[in-house]
């Protein structure tokens, strides 16, 4: 089934352009997960073929993952969090998950949404929980804009390099995935680093503040 619904995804890049990436990068951010490395990478690719610009792509993807980030806000503003609880097994979302991207805006606040779109799993989530948290709008909307634009442009530069070296991994949506996920791999593990370094400054603080 997931192999059907990528071929349909890739079917849509293809034959929308733009409208394709901002459509599917809108639905990415939300319940839908689609996988980002699907839409940006080979956008990117055929832009360097001229079929499209690299800014282009990137400016669609960006306000993509902003409306379908917006989306889910609103709707759980409205919603709450016992809505998500309740119903959120019916679109594949479990408690633990919700929790854990609870937990993450609660504590990191626009930081952590920021940081957020550069992390497999939270990425989809993270407008959730800062909806029935009521998180500020405005400030929720730049964290999103800006984390949303540098991972369509990290995407992007990784697409033209890996599919550059490799075209026939356009063939095989799946495996051209896989490759991208290993040659991110490095670059989630920085940004993992850098979360790690930031909350332990932070704890180190309170502490001080505090006095324990």
Not at 52 to 65: E, P
Not at 79 to 92: H, T, V
Not at 113 to 121: E, W, Y
Request: glycine content about 8%; proline content about 4%; hydrophobic content about 55%.
């Amino acid at each position: 089934m997931f192999h059907a619904l990528i071929t349909i995804w890739f079917g849509w890049l293809q034959d929308w352009g733009y409208w394709g990436v901002f459509f599917l990068m809108a639905m990415e951010s939300t319940i839908i997960p689609i996988p980002s490395e699907i839409i940006i990478p080979p956008a990117a690719f055929w832009a360097s073929q001229g079929k499209m610009s690299i800014m282009g792509v990137v400016l669609a993807g960006t306000l993509g993952s902003y409306l379908g980030s917006a989306i889910s806000y609103i709707v759980l503003r409205w919603a709450g969090e016992n809505f998500l609880k309740r119903y959120g097994k019916y679109i594949f979302i479990k408690p633990n998950q919700i929790e854990m991207a609870s937990r993450w805006a609660n504590d990191h606040g626009v930081f952590g949404i920021f940081m957020a779109r550069f992390l497999p799993v939270i990425r989809h989530l993270i407008s959730m929980p800062a909806g029935f948290l009521k998180m500020n709008f405005l400030w929720f909307s730049v964290a999103t804009t800006l984390g949303a634009g540098a991972w369509c442009g990290i995407l992007a530069w990784f697409g033209q390099k890996t599919l550059g070296a490799n075209p026939t991994l356009l063939n095989s949506p799946e495996e051209m995935m896989h490759v991208l996920r290993h040659n991110l791999l490095w670059f989630i593990v920085a940004v993992a680093v850098i979360l790690a370094l930031y909350i332990f400054v932070v704890s180190l603080k309170n502490k001080h503040r505090t006095g324990v």
